[in-house]
């Protein structure tokens, strides 16, 4: 087989970890993270992390590399991405990218274009703005209002990419929408990519399940131990699950209310990743209601095109 990168995609709690095991445990494969939570320290609950027994099974990189507090964004994750990748397969071994965070995927991918670099002074503003009452809404209304293509795509509550649509704005006077690739931009690195698909019903069973399991397994304490390391505004507090979590330590919301809402953003979130593969080219969807199916169908995609 012709050696490549292999990427793995598909909503949230669809099962992209498990077949991404199975595959690297099959072929020879190691795996490669591309899920934004995953790369900080600590953050294991609520962004279902690998166990220690799958880690121990096959090698995994960028995974617990970085700090809650350390700045870090898709163009640093594309550098090391890209060298992660490059060193598998000087081993002779398959890359297999798995995770959620799909723009950090584009970013490996195809690259990004060159946009202004960071601004602290702007950004100590749009943060000062932030900290005040309904202040994080008050910024989004704002970048809807010169940027509405970012507004629609960006969530309210998403502080950092609010803050770097409205940076970006600031210091060049261009929107950030503008500085884009094309959206099926030529890829730079080739890879083979494989979607997993449920039907609505399964799929929604399987989000709440997971939510659930996450708050059953201690995600509440798990955050409370990460808040006496690190401030609330860190990123990783603000994603799916800790920003709820992070409300009931505070005593804000109930765990009730919590589950609520998480189940509620994952829903979400789901929803938008498969708009999002729904509009790539070149993915080879599988579907996911059958775990020994879908890992023999991946197989034989990656055996007949590798």
């Known amino acids: 087989m012709t050696r490549q990168i292999i990427v793995i995609a598909g909503p949230t709690g669809v099962g992209k970890s498990d077949l991404a095991l199975r595959l690297a445990q099959s072929i020879g494969g190691e795996i490669v993270n591309y899920d934004s939570v995953q790369v900080y320290r600590g953050f294991d609950i609520g962004s279902?992390?690998?166990?220690?027994?799958?880690?121990?099974?096959v090698p995994h990189?960028?995974?617990?590399?970085?700090?809650?507090d350390q700045e870090f964004n898709a163009a640093d994750y594309a550098r090391l991405a890209r060298r992660t990748c490059e060193a598998v397969l000087t081993r002779g071994r398959f890359p297999i990218l798995v995770g959620g965070t799909f723009f950090y995927l584009r970013a490996l991918l195809s690259g990004l274009p060159e946009m202004p670099p960071r601004n602290e002074a702007v950004r100590r503003r749009l943060r000062a703005i932030a900290s005040t009452g309904r202040g994080q809404m008050k910024l989004h209304r704002w970048l809807s209002k010169i940027d509405p293509q970012s507004g629609r795509k960006i969530a309210p509550p998403d502080r950092h990419r609010v803050e770097r649509a409205l940076e970006v704005w600031l210091t060049s006077g261009r929107p950030i929408s503008s500085w884009g690739r094309p959206e099926h931009a030529k890829e730079e690195i080739p890879s083979m990519k494989i979607a997993l698909s449920l039907d609505r019903a399964r799929l929604v069973e399987a989000l709440d399940e997971r939510v659930n399991r996450m708050y059953g397994t201690g995600l509440v304490a798990e955050t409370a131990s990460l808040l006496a390391r690190y401030s609330r505004t860190a990123r990783p507090f603000g994603t799916i699950g800790y920003r709820e979590a992070a409300s009931v330590v505070a005593g804000e919301i109930t765990e009730e209310q919590a589950i609520a809402e998480t189940r509620r953003r994952t829903r979400a979130y789901a929803k938008r990743q498969m708009t999002w593969l729904r509009s790539e080219l070149n993915v080879q969807w599988i579907d996911a209601s059958d775990n020994e199916k879908t890992f023999r169908a991946a197989l034989r995609l990656v055996e007949g095109q590798t």
């Open 48 to 57: 279902a992390k690998p166990s220690a027994a799958s880690r121990a099974a």
């Open 61 to 68: 990189h960028l995974f617990d590399i970085l700090e809650a």
